[in-house]
């Protein structure tokens, strides 16, 4: 992993880990298999912290561009998908 996850220094130090969280499960999403589950949860406390859309595509582009895994494209699966689990 060469590569730094996005954030904002105007949040909290609970905030940063949990959208770096959510980037890592993202990323894992691409390795491995992880629960869809945990993927919309994840998610949703996401948006909790960046309840702009604008905001989200900045930051979902900006660790696309760095890591080449696609956040929206793995959010896109887990809430179309019926599995426990989803793979990228």
């Given at each position: ?43 949703r406390r996401f948006k909790q912290i960046v309840p702009s859309k604008s905001e989200e595509k900045k930051l979902f582009s900006a660790f696309e ?24």
């Open positions: 992993m060469n590569y730094e996850y996005p954030i904002d220094e105007m949040w909290s130090t609970k905030e940063i880990i949990d959208v770096v969280n959510f980037f890592s499960l993202v990323e894992k999403a691409y390795e491995n298999k992880v629960r869809r589950e945990e993927i919309l949860m994840l998610y561009a760095s890591s080449g895994y696609s956040s929206y494209h793995t959010v896109k699966r887990a809430r179309d998908s019926s599995n426990d689990y989803i793979k990228m």
